[in-house]
């Protein structure tokens, strides 16, 4: 079956552009994860969703990070006024529901110039 | 708060020869344990997982990993490496009421023929 499917794959921006990452889970998965991995670095948590609610969002860094999941599947991460800090390829994993395995998708690689 | 550390950042090995890759694990509450590898330009595929049970625990591609709470270890081992196991491998912890996954900061794996 299909996996997780995360658009765009690349994405190459200016700094103090606003830019918007999508994520489609596993069908039927009711928890969804954001992660963020740096160069040489592990993925370190950003958000998590249990259906349509933020149950977990400790990991965002700062105000100019949001995402939604309106309908409980595709959830949209938003970054606000991007900085060259931002530049990282971003994670995000499905679950059949808490306390189970995380399935990765490919990630979005976000470089901002 | 929970921790991971990879005590090895990279090592390389030649085909045919064991590996283990260790792993040590910070947390005051029971923990679940996973092993992923990611391969360039992919997302973390699951290798294995410890959510209770039998300390030592098989995944796919033949590699197994044990659990063993006095050391707070879950090394990960192969009792004869491929060249197509060269990849990155990180070690995850979750647990405590926390859905997230705090990740160590991986180990290269280089297998040489």
């Known amino acids: 079956g299909a996996g997780v499917s995360q658009t765009p794959s690349n994405k190459v921006t200016e700094k103090g552009k606003y830019v918007e990452l999508r994520c489609d889970p596993i069908?039927?998965?009711?928890?969804l994860y954001w992660y963020r991995q740096s160069l040489g670095q592990g993925p370190e948590f950003l958000i998590y969703?249990?259906?349509?609610?933020?149950?977990?969002d400790s990991g965002l860094p700062n105000d100019r990070f949001f995402a939604v999941r309106p309908e409980g599947s595709v959830s949209t991460l938003k970054i606000q006024r991007t900085e060259r800090g931002d530049s990282a390829v971003y994670l995000c994993?499905?679950?059949?529901?808490?306390?189970?395995?995380?399935?990765f998708g490919d990630g979005t690689r976000l470089s901002i110039l | 708060a929970q921790s991971v550390t990879q005590l090895d950042s990279q090592v390389p090995v030649f085909e045919e020869a064991p590996v283990e890759l260790r792993c040590n694990y910070s947390?005051?509450?029971?923990?679940?344990l996973f092993w992923y590898v990611q391969y360039p330009n992919q997302g973390l595929q699951l290798l294995l997982k410890?959510?209770?049970?039998?300390?030592l625990v098989k995944g796919i591609n033949g590699f197994e990993a044990e659990f063993n709470k006095s050391q707070t270890s879950f090394h990960l081992r192969k009792p004869s490496v491929h060249i197509s196991d060269t990849a990155e491998y990180f070690c995850?912890?979750?647990?405590?009421?926390?859905?997230?996954?705090?990740f160590g900061k991986g180990t290269k794996l280089t297998v040489n023929p």
């Open positions: 994993a499905s679950s059949l529901e808490r306390n189970q395995p995380q399935h």
């Open positions: 069908s039927g998965h009711t928890a």
């Open positions: 969703f249990q259906g349509t609610g933020a149950a977990d």
């Open positions: 947390s005051s509450v029971s923990v679940y």
């Open positions: 410890y959510l209770s049970g039998s300390t």
């Open positions: 995850a912890v979750s647990g405590g009421g926390s859905e997230k996954l705090v």
